[in-house]
């Protein structure tokens, strides 16, 4: 029977594979006939490493041309497959990757596959479908119809079965995952464009996975009675009901039983892995697609919960570094561009072409009715058909179920998704850029009048952060003649899904009381108790990535009437002075809030630890503030923040104006400076709290004298971030450490300044010019 074993790739009619030796005995002990190549594992050593080799080395040259890396990872299977090594070198192509070496791979990639489908459904946040307004499912509904209205008007009278309808459906349908990768690559995935996309996308998965399982239901085999597709719908109907009575309850359970903070036992994830596979087979045996079990059964895990967390960091680094990435190369493989005719060129690209271009047109079309820029309605069209490794999985699926049993079919999809997956996140940079929020219209302290309600967001990252915010917000003295309205935002890192949330605990807050934000919210929670009638508080958490934070940050004011963003300096110090914390991601967060905020922002140096006064109910009879005002838009706004909180009979405030001695500019700025400071100047303003006083000063050298002896007669010191070089500042420039807080503010935040005082440096908003 040897003799009659065939080279096929893959067998359907259940007979065994010949025997392959896994590991060889070394090569002093190669027996007669015997080839170092032949042995499976060996072969799959130098496989994966020729594989590495050649992915990193592509993708070091073509990541500079910003291209993704499965770009990198299909033409590393192309070359190595027959389009080129099986071309030129026939010899080393059959030694390597013969069509028994595949069996290996594809079992791999299949596991990939399945884990990764699993993953995906852990990383969903189906509270999105809730959250989402109006636009996401319009446009998610549409995206879903528009694919199978285009097949219908192409498809000539084919069969189901005819691999181009499953071409042009697999083409012009959107995947989530997909849609949060490259969201993710381009750094936009918090803006609310990204958002929008998100929820759309998530809207056609779910969507695309139910049509699937009815169009799987609804092919029986040749000839076969209804009882074989209704018997597969009733199965994965009683399969849904099963996740949603037994297992899902089993997680809940899991998270209850494990502490908070901690991380969950192993025993339990390898539990749910397990799992895992075996309702794929018992599912695969019944008639559902694993596709539907793997994403139906992620599902189950609540992807806010430690439990999501845990599965992803544990999981997560093998399926996407390793098995995900073989699944790329393994299509690379397969493909045969040799294989290729022009008349079969000519008559499927356009019809996939227009099936993208409707797809687009009618994404813009639905986008721009709800008043979209006309440059972001093409973008998000554009988002919507990308494609990756979801569709490349469908694609090896297909192929082994024989409705895609040509060379030139599966050669005919890889090269369309290689194309898109090459083209779209260009268009989508050029277009939707990953840029500062500019607003036209004046959102900063100078233009809010005191009778008007001031708006504040307040960041924080720890319990610290936020005390110090409160503290602020108590010298923020609000009133009912001059109210405060403060959205609080608590921060946290995402370890989880690769879905961002943001949560509205005035929304959620059955679900607030029990999580890890609990003691955030108590703390701006006493603020509001203590403030009753006179500050409108909100409090929300944001879990996203470090690096996407202020994203976040800076959509949420600009979706509310936010005229100041405060963040937390990235520096801490303890009671005796010490440096404990020096954060380069929150510093690198504040640095790009400055950059892409709409409003005015200020940076909080909370040196409270220094003087004992660091806990929540700790306050004082006086607050003594200072204003040093050197000149410029953002000193102004620093001022018009201490004008609106000296009404406080609790509050002192001293301006400490410095002029150089040869002062005789008449510039504009100094005259708005003089007219903003004439009020308190002369005390006709009615601040009977603030008292006013020039320093001259011959350079930056002797202010930064005058500066340093303030010691401790002040609670809080206030200064503008930007400042124009002149006689005040010159010789502090080649001494700045941190840029980021402008000469003054990075003097008044060094080391060597021991004085108990917080400081808070003030950015005035940066406007788009008409």
């Known amino acids: ?34 080839y170092m190549f032949g042995h499976a594992l060996l072969r799959l050593h130098i496989q994966l490493a020729l594989m590495i080799i050649l992915t990193s080395s592509m993708h070091f040259f073509l990541g500079r041309l910003h291209l993704p890396r499965l770009v990198s990872e299909l033409m590393t299977g192309i070359i190595l497959g027959p389009t080129v090594l099986g071309e030129y070198f026939p010899s080393l192509s059959q030694a390597l990757f013969s069509s028994q070496s595949l069996r290996l791979l594809s079992t ?74 490259l969201l993710m690559d381009l750094k936009i995935i918090n803006t609310e464009l990204g958002c929008i996309a998100l929820s759309s996308s998530l809207i056609c998965e779910i969507a695309d996975v ?25 199965f994965a109907l ?51 697609h694993f596709v539907f079990t793997s994403i139906v059964f992620g599902f189950a895990i609540p992807s806010w919960s430690p439990l999501a967390s845990t599965l992803v960091e544990r999981f ?27 008349g079969l060129v000519l008559s499927i690209i356009p019809q996939a072409v227009s099936g993208l271009v409707v797809k687009i047109i009618v994404t813009m079309a639905i986008a721009t009715c709800f008043k979209m820029p006309m440059k972001d309605t093409a973008a998000l069209g554009l988002m919507l058909c990308a494609k990756g490794i979801v569709e490349l999985g469908m694609v090896v699926d297909l192929s082994d179920d024989h ?33 500062r929020y500019t607003s036209y219209h004046k959102r900063n302290i100078l233009q809010c009048p005191k009778n008007v309600e001031l708006c504040m967001l307040v960041c924080s990252f720890k319990q610290d952060d936020a005390i110090a915010a409160v503290k602020l917000l108590e010298i923020s003295n609000p009133t009912k003649e001059s109210p405060l309205s403060t959205y609080c935002l608590y921060l946290k890192k995402l370890t989880g899904g690769a879905t961002p949330m943001l949560i509205n605990h005035q929304l959620y807050k059955k679900n607030s009381s029990s999580e890890h934000w609990q003691p955030i919210f108590s703390i701006f929670n006493y603020f509001k108790l203590q403030n009753l009638g006179l500050a409108n508080l909100q409090v929300f958490t944001a879990i996203s990535p470090a690096a996407l934070m202020h994203e976040v940050i800076c959509r949420l004011a600009f979706e509310k009437p936010i005229s100041l963003i405060t963040v937390p300096f990235h520096r801490r110090w303890n009671f005796k002075g010490d440096l404990i914390v020096d954060s380069s991601a929150l510093r690198n967060i504040n640095i790009n809030v400055l950059d892409k905020a709409p409003c005015s922002v200020g940076i909080l140096v909370d040196r409270c630890t220094l003087s004992g006064s660091s806990t929540l109910f700790t306050k004082l009879s006086i607050y003594c503030i200072a204003v040093l005002y050197l000149g410029g838009e953002d000193d102004r706004e620093a001022l018009a923040y201490a004008k609106r909180i000296a009404g406080c009979a609790t509050v002192q405030v001293t301006v400490i104006r410095f002029i150089p001695e040869d002062h005789s500019s008449s510039e504009w700025d100094d005259v708005l400076d003089n007219e903003f400071l004439k009020d308190i100047k002369h005390g006709n303003g009615g601040y009977a709290n603030i008292t006013y006083t020039e320093k001259t000063v011959r350079d930056g050298s002797e202010m930064a004298l005058i500066i340093q002896s303030m010691g401790d007669d002040y609670d809080l010191v206030m200064v503008g971030r930007r400042h124009k070089s002149s006689m005040l500042t010159s010789g502090l420039e080649e001494w700045v450490e941190l840029p980021e807080l402008g000469l003054i503010g990075d003097l008044l935040a060094s080391p060597e300044i021991k004085s108990a005082y917080s400081v808070l440096i003030v950015q005035n908003q940066i406007t788009e010019k008409k």
């Open 108 to 181: 791999l990639v299949r596991f990939g596959f399945l884990f990764s489908l699993f993953l995906i459904g852990v990383k969903m946040d189906i509270s999105l479908l809730k959250k989402s307004g109006a636009i996401p499912w319009v446009i998610g509904c549409a995206s879903m119809l528009t694919p199978w209205v285009v097949i219908t008007l192409f498809d000539g009278g084919q069969s189901f079965e005819d691999w181009t309808v499953v071409y042009k459906a697999l083409i012009s349908t959107t995947r989530f995952p997909v849609v949060a990768c």
């Open 1 to 34: 029977m040897a003799g009659n074993i065939t080279e096929e790739a893959f067998r359907f009619n259940g007979s065994c594979w010949r025997f392959i030796p896994v590991y060889s005995e070394g090569i002093w002990n190669l027996k007669p006939g015997e």
């Open 316 to 342: 997560d680094a093998m399926v996407s570094g390793m098995l995900i990435p073989l699944l790329s190369i393994y299509c690379g493989l397969k493909t045969n561009l040799w294989s290729l005719s022009k």
């Open 238 to 288: 009683t399969f849904v009901l099963f996740v949603v009575v037994i297992v899902r309850p089993i997680m809940y359970w899991i998270i209850k039983q494990t502490p908070e903070m901690k991380p969950v036992k192993e025993s339990y994830t390898i539990f749910i892995m397990v799992a895992v596979m075996f309702m794929a087979v018992l599912t695969d045996i019944v008639g559902l």
């Open 403 to 435: 409705q895609m049993n040509t060379t030139a079919a599966f050669t005919m999809v890889i090269l369309t998704i290689f194309t898109i997956s090459a083209i779209i996140p260009f268009l989508v940079r050029k277009l939707h850029p990953s840029q």
């Open 210 to 234: 139910t049509g699937l399982l009815l169009s799987n239901s609804a092919r029986a085999e040749g000839n076969a009675s209804l009882h074989v597709p209704l018997g597969s719908f009733i």
